[in-house]
């Protein structure tokens, strides 16, 4: 049974560049979550998708967008990079309104340089 | 005031040693606490869920006060394999995301 996978594993871009990175839930799991992990710091909710639509969002800027595809998979989008994106970003898999946990992939660390 | 606020850290303790770590936690309508472990570069894993009567999982203990809008922690005989950083984690009350706390930081050494 596959965990929650991420792709890439590591990314560097440039500032103002647009970055898109990729999600594979949990076998049997219909909701995603992204959250972004800056260093030092621990994971802050960017948004959840469930249906193919995102469900709710935290205090993120329109920059960061999002799509969950049939399949239950998903993406995180993020246009117009700056240096404060850097990050690892970490996908969450769980089914929609559980009370049990989330299921972490091991992340993409994003370098915008 | 930040939503979840943990131990600034780090802990530096020996083998053997107990230590406890604190959370506390903002909104009073959440209904869902976690503690979570997250090795060095590497995702957070759950460590255990935290409920109000209070629960233990071999040497680990999480109990919950809810009219205190505190969380806590207590690991027995560390050892070196615990050494990581714990994340105290509330399940928001619209039951979507996790709100987490900064992390405290434990190194355990022989």
């Known amino acids: 049974d596959a965990g929650v996978t991420q792709s890439p594993t590591h990314l560097i871009k440039t500032r103002g560049q647009q970055v898109t990175l990729r999600c594979s839930p949990k076998?049997?799991?219909?909701?995603v979550s992204w959250y972004q992990q800056a260093l030092g710091q621990g994971p802050q909710f960017i948004f959840q998708?469930?249906?193919?639509?995102?469900?709710q969002r935290g205090n993120f800027p329109d920059r960061f967008s999002g799509h969950q595809f049939p399949n239950y998979s998903s993406e995180l989008n993020v246009n117009a990079l700056l240096l404060g994106d850097s990050a690892l970003y970490l996908c969450?898999?769980?089914?929609?309104?559980?009370?049990?946990?989330?299921?972490f992939g091991p992340g993409t660390r994003l370098t915008v340089t | 005031r930040k939503e979840v606020e943990q131990d600034p850290g780090p802990f530096n303790v020996p083998e053997g040693a107990t230590v406890a770590f604190n959370c506390t936690y903002s909104?009073?309508?959440?209904?869902?606490f976690f503690w979570y472990r997250q090795d060095c570069r590497k995702e957070p894993k759950l460590l255990m869920s935290?409920?109000?009567s209070g629960n233990e999982d071999g040497r680990f203990t999480a109990q919950l006060n809810r009219a205190s809008q505190y969380i806590s922690l207590l690991i027995r005989d560390s050892k070196l394999s615990d050494s990581a950083t714990y994340l105290c984690?509330?399940?928001?009350?619209?039951?979507?995301?996790?709100?987490f706390g900064k992390g405290t930081t434990l190194s355990v050494s022989s």
């Open positions: 969450a898999s769980s089914l929609f309104r559980s009370s049990y946990e989330q299921y």
């Open positions: 984690v509330v399940k928001n009350q619209a039951g979507t995301a996790l709100i």
């Open positions: 909104n009073s309508a959440s209904q869902s």
């Open positions: 935290v409920y109000s």
């Open positions: 998708y469930y249906e193919e639509e995102e469900r």
């Open positions: 076998s049997g799991h219909d909701t």
